[in-house]
Every structure is written in C-alpha cells, then in structure tokens.
C-alpha cells in the first residue's frame, strides 16, 4: 500500500503538533502558516511547507523562552547582589 504525500504530511504535521507544548504551540501555528504560504508559492508545496515552518516557529520560540529566562534570572541575581 502506497502511502500519499498529503497523508505523509497530515501524520507529521498531527505529531508536530501533539508533541508541541503549550508555551511553543503559538510558534508552531505561525511557523506552519508562514511555512504553508511561502511553500504554496514556491510549487504548490503548502503541505510541506506548513510542516517545516511549524518545526522552525517551534524551534524559534523555545529559543526566545530559553533568552526570556535568562534575561528574569539575570535580574532576579543583580536584584539579591544588592
């Protein structure tokens, strides 16, 4: 049994978004529609295009809570060496 793209995509996309957590769920969801527009344009490849841009925007937003709680732990220690 041949499996189509469309539904190689559709299982990616569903585990993306199963193992996305909430705080990077908002990344995933403008990376995937980000991703979908720009693959549409480039090819009739929205499909993968949603796909990648969800693990980039995911990516992305784990990187900027990981720069957030950084910046808080550096305040809370300049705060208390006071």
């Known amino acids: ?22 705080a990077n769920a908002a990344g ?10 720009a693959g549409h344009y480039a090819g009739h490849h929205a499909v993968v295009g949603a796909v990648g841009g969800c693990m980039v925007g ?8 990981q720069e957030q709680a950084q910046q808080q732990a550096a305040q809370h220690q300049a705060v208390q060496a006071q």
Do not use: D, E, N, Y
């Open 1 to 22: 049994m041949k499996t189509s793209p469309i539904r190689t995509a559709f299982i990616a996309t569903t585990l993306v978004f199963a193992t996305a957590g909430t």
């Open 58 to 65: 995911k990516h992305l937003a784990k990187q900027h809570a």
């Open 28 to 37: 995933c969801i403008k990376g995937a529609v980000v991703g979908g527009v």
